[in-house]
């Protein structure tokens, strides 16, 4: 085999790579104790689950703040490693809750849990008619809209939940997979934004899903916790707008002087992709909502900056994001969250280290977060979205870092719907990449060196709802590509058998070399990944 030659000039540059590579290497043999000792102490019993707005809580957030500054990052809001933000915590009081039907002078009176179900974060009494509004999507790029020609101003809106023919692999609106118009949030967003007063959202009736009045979709007994105000808006905007989820009777009854069944209106909607949208003649509701328990409180995201060593490209950035809240205390039993989201948490602090002990430094800026807040309803990202510290519009991609450390297994939920490989141990899921293939194609030849088993089965289900379930999804809504790392549901989910011991430490090391290759690649590349989904 001859020997290769090279320039005098390559010589100090591979000399650079190769110690480069080896400084590398050596921080990935430290990665697995450091690891380990800082889930030890997020999931002791000093830290107590780490549910939002308590002392635990911002005990953790201090914590990863104060790695981050030890680590070399630095601030970015202010001098401070830590980002506030306000939210309300409340507990409704479901004798208070009321959803009330109003036609030819007589009021019918819908059963809480078993007809409907609904809070909101202030006590609220509101009554005005119903329209339907079919699916409560606005989606102009597929040529659609529920609320083309419909008046929904001072209304309640009754809608579907999900979106238009999702039992079909053919579909334009991702397959069987869902978009983004599909969430909850999105759908109350446009309501809100045709004047609505109220959303009640009904489970479509031709559903593979478990519907929200369903057994299966319920929390269980004694799992009520304080919830937070919808992001992101102000905490005191008095346009936000009351969502209740509504069952199958209530749905039937409301739509009962459309001349049409609730079937019938979602078949002529998936069939002919057209809206059947109106007004429903003679329908009054009344939505009523107050709470037990109410308190305003500061939640913390911990952010460190690593600059960029382009004189322009610095100014871009890439964000490698987690969360570190999760579910405290409850009938005496600690939920430790070492998988949710402790490992995704100890993931980004390692991150950290590793791009600031290597001396080669990237030519984007990297931005480091760990949010709090997320089993709130993702507030802190959400949140950040809102107020970002470093611009939006020059943020290239996210890469967030959520239940990395379990091997995936079947849940109840999950049975029949997903098809999970017996053999777990060298998997993870990439979830969001349906609308960045270069995002994609970058994880792709990240992953060449490590070898991790890529799954987007996640993309292509809407039974789950896995694309809006993490802190990857504000960024998605905000059209800046991003991807979920995530390892998978498994049994012991939202327990407290979520503990250290049962997590796949080998994996949970491949999975930050696979994140910081894609964070390096993009952070590197002449330019970023585009975002929007592949031609269909």
Known sequence: MPHLRYCSGMRPF????????????????????????????????????????????????????????????????GGSYLQEFPLIAYRSDPGARKLVLTRKGASKAFHAGSDFTGSFYRDIDIRGPVVFAGYGITAP????DDYAGLDAAGKIVLIFDHEPQENDPRSVWNGTGHTLHAGRWTKLANARRHGAIGLLIASEPARQHAGALDAAARPAAGRQSQRASAPPQSLDDPEQIPAFSIGDGALAELLSTSGHT???????????????????????????????????????????????????????????????????VQNGNVYRGANDNGSGTVAVMELARMFAQNAARPKRSLLFIVFGSEEEIMLGSFYYTAHPLRPLASTRAVVNLDMIGRDEQHIPQSEGVLQIPADTTNLINLVGVYYSPDLLAVIERANREIGLQLDRKHDR?????TLFRCDHLPFLEAGIP????????????????????????????KVIRLAYGTAIEIANAPVGPRFGPAAR
């Open 141 to 144: 790029e597929y040529g659609y």
């Open 262 to 328: 609730a079937a019938e209106l979602q078949q002529s909607i998936d069939t002919k992709l057209q809206p059947q949208s109106q007004a429903l003649p003679d329908t009054v509701v009344e939505m009523r909502s107050a709470n037990a328990e109410q308190h305003r409180g500061i939640s913390l995201n911990a952010v460190g900056l690593l600059a960029g060593s382009d004189p322009v490209l610095k100014s871009e950035t890439v964000l490698l994001t987690g969360h570190y809240d999760h579910l405290g």
């Open 14 to 77: 591979l000399l650079r790579l190769a110690l480069a590579f080896c400084a590398l290497s050596g921080l990935l043999c430290q990665s697995s104790s450091r690891l380990r000792a800082d889930l030890d102490f997020l999931t002791s019993d000093v830290l107590a689950g780490r549910l939002s707005l308590t002392p635990q809580a911002e005990i953790a957030a201090r914590y990863i703040a104060a790695d981050f500054q030890k680590t070399g990052l630095a601030p970015v809001n």
């Open 482 to 509: 991003a991807v979920w790392l995530f390892g998978g549901f498994h049994p012991g989910y939202h327990e407290p058998s979520d503990t250290v011991d049962r997590l796949n430490f080998p994996k949970m090391e």
């Open 461 to 465: 289900d809407h039974i789950l709802n």
